[in-house]
DNA sequence: TCTGGGGTCCTAGGACCC
DNA sequence: TCTGGGGTCCTAGGACCC
C-alpha cells in the first residue's frame, strides 16, 4: 500500500509556527512579486479567500477582517520541509525506497511493509511523530495506488473533524466509495483540458472514468498517460516509487519584474542575476549546460483579460562546449537578450533555461584546459560556497547589477527563523 | 497600478539515413 | 511511365503537477 503525506496549508503553518498569537487566526502566504495567494489558513479560507487569487483583488475581505499577510518566504518553508521529510525518513528505518519526496510539502510512503490491518494506526503514528517533531501538521491517505492514495487525502481534507486528517481506502468497497464522491477534475492526473474533455463526453465521476476501455484511454488520454490513470483508479499500481535525487534535465529561473521594464541594460542586468542563480544550481549536481535559453514578455494592452498569454519570445544558443562557469553563461545569455530585446518596449518578466544538461567532468579541473579555466573554476566554488554559507547573495558578478530597480516586490516577508542567526527567535 | 515559479512526461511530425 | 518502407533522432508543443 502507499501513502501520501501531505502538510495542512504548509507556508502558513510555517509562518505561524514562530507567530503563536496567530495560531488561529487567519493567515494568508503570497507568491513572489507580492502577487497571488498561494497558501492560506482554514480560518482565511472559511472567510472566503480564494486560492491563487490575485492579492489585489481580495484585498478588501483581507483588510476588513485584519487576516495576516505574508511575502514568502522560501529559506524557512525549504528549511522546515527538510524536517518533515527527515522525520518521514527516519519513521522508515533511513530506507530511502520508502520515502518519495515529491513537493516540497507532499511524500509517498510505501508501506507495503505494516500489515493492512494496522495501517490505520500506523497513519495516526505518522501524523503525532511529525507533529510532535517538527510542529507541522499533515494529512494522510492511503490506498494500494497513488492515484488512490491522492484522492483519499483529499476526501481526508474535506472533513478534517470527521477523518482526523487520515482516510485509508483498504477494501474494493471503500474504494468503489470514494471513487463515487469524487469529481474527475478533482483526480490528481486530470487538468483543465482534459477535465472539459470528460464532462463534455458525459463523464463526471471518478468512478464513472475507472470504468472506461483502457483503449479509449489510450486514444483520447494521451496515450499511456490515460491508460495508467485508469488502471491506478482501479487499484492497479502503474505508477512506482521513484528514486530519490534524481539530476534536474532543465534548470529554469524566471520572475516578473517588480515595474515595467524598458532599457536594455536593466533587462540584461536582471538576466545576468537569473543566471547566476541557475548557475549555482546547475553547480550543486555537478552538471554542465550544453543549452541556454532565455525569454522575455513584454507587457500587453490586453494583460488583464489574458495575462498568461502574454507576448513571449524567446531563443536559444547551443554552446560550443557545455559549460558550468557563470560568466560563460552570462555571455551566451546577454548575447540572446541583444537579439530578442525591442526598443521601446516595455517588458514585465524574463527567464533562463539551463538544459542539454551532462555531467561537469571537468570539475576536477581539465588537464587540458587553459590554466586560467581550471583557475575560474576554483573561484565558482568560492563563490558558491560563501553565498550558501551567508544564505544570500554577498557576492555576485557586476553584471548583475548593483541598484535592481527591476526586482521584485517583497514588501511583507517573515524573518528568516530558522536559517539565519540573526533572526534565530530570541528567549528573554 | 496590482495576476508566481519551476519542473516532468508524452506525442506528433519533420529530417535524415539506408 | 514508374517513386517503398522502416528506423532513429530531434524539436515543438500540449498536458500535467505543486
Not at 557545455?322 to 551566451?332: M, V
Not at 581539465?366 to 579555466?373: G, K, Q, R, V, Y
Request: hydrophobic fraction near 40%; glycine fraction near 6%; proline fraction near 3%.
Amino acid at each position: 500500500m502507499k501513502a501520501i503525506v501531505d502538510c495542512n496549508n504548509f507556508y502558513c503553518s510555517c509562518e505561524r509556527l514562530f507567530r503563536p498569537d496567530l495560531w488561529s487566526k487567519p493567515v494568508v502566504v503570497l507568491s513572489n512579486n507580492d502577487g497571488c495567494i498561494i497558501s492560506r489558513s482554514d480560518e482565511a479560507r472559511k472567510l472566503g479567500v480564494g486560492m491563487a487569487i490575485p492579492y489585489f483583488q481580495t484585498r478588501h475581505i483581507i483588510d476588513k477582517h485584519d487576516i495576516a499577510v505574508f511575502s514568502s518566504n522560501y529559506h524557512l518553508y525549504g528549511d522546515m520541509s527538510w524536517r518533515v521529510m527527515e522525520t518521514l525518513r527516519t519513521l522508515m528505518g533511513h530506507d530511502a525506497s520508502r520515502v518519495e519526496v515529491y513537493s516540497v510539502d507532499e511524500a509517498f510512503m510505501d508501506l507495503d511493509h505494516i500489515p493492512l490491518e494496522d495501517l490505520p494506526a500506523y497513519a495516526r503514528h505518522i501524523k503525532y511523530t511529525v507533529e510532535q517533531w517538527t510542529g507541522i501538521s499533515v494529512s494522510i491517505g492511503i490506498a494500494p495506488t497513488k492515484t488512490l492514495a491522492k484522492l483519499a487525502n483529499r476526501l481526508a481534507k474535506k472533513n478534517k473533524q470527521l477523518s482526523g486528517c487520515i482516510k485509508v481506502l483498504l477494501t474494493e468497497e471503500e474504494q468503489r466509495l470514494a471513487l463515487q464522491q469524487t469529481r474527475v477534475d478533482d483526480l490528481w492526473g486530470v487538468g483543465r483540458a482534459y477535465a472539459v474533455k470528460l464532462i463534455n463526453w458525459g463523464i463526471t465521476s471518478a468512478w464513472e472514468l475507472s470504468n472506461m476501455p483502457e483503449e479509449w484511454a489510450h486514444t483520447n488520454m494521451g496515450g499511456v498517460t490515460g491508460v495508467r490513470l485508469i488502471r491506478e483508479l482501479r487499484g492497479l499500481p502503474s505508477i512506482e516509487m521513484e528514486e530519490e535525487l534524481v539530476d534536474k534535465k532543465m534548470i529554469a529561473t524566471t520572475r516578473m519584474f517588480g515595474r515595467p521594464v524598458s532599457e536594455i541594460r536593466e533587462i540584461k542586468e536582471a538576466v545576468a542575476t537569473y543566471i547566476s542563480r541557475a548557475a549555482e544550481k546547475l553547480r550543486r549536481q555537478h552538471s554542465a549546460a550544453g543549452t541556454v535559453s532565455v525569454f522575455i514578455v513584454s507587457k500587453e494592452q490586453d494583460h488583464l483579460t489574458d495575462f498568461k498569454r502574454g507576448a513571449t519570445i524567446s531563443n536559444h544558443t547551443t554552446l560550443p562546449r557545455a559549460t558550468s562557469l557563470t560568466h560563460e553563461l552570462i555571455k551566451a545569455a546577454t548575447g540572446l537578450v541583444e537579439v530578442l530585446y525591442e526598443h521601446g518596449k516595455e517588458y514585465k518578466k524574463a527567464g533562463v533555461m539551463l538544459s542539454s544538461l551532462v555531467p561537469d567532468d571537468s570539475i576536477q579541473g581539465n588537464l587540458f584546459a587553459p590554466h586560467a579555466e581550471n583557475e575560474r573554476r576554483g573561484l565558482m566554488h568560492a563563490i558558491d560556497n560563501i553565498n550558501f554559507s551567508m544564505r544570500d547573495d554577498s557576492v555576485k558578478f557586476g553584471s548583475s547589477g548593483m541598484n535592481k530597480n527591476w526586482k521584485m516586490r517583497q514588501e511583507l516577508r517573515s524573518s528568516r527563523y530558522s536559517t539565519r542567526w540573526e533572526d534565530l527567535r530570541k528567549v528573554q
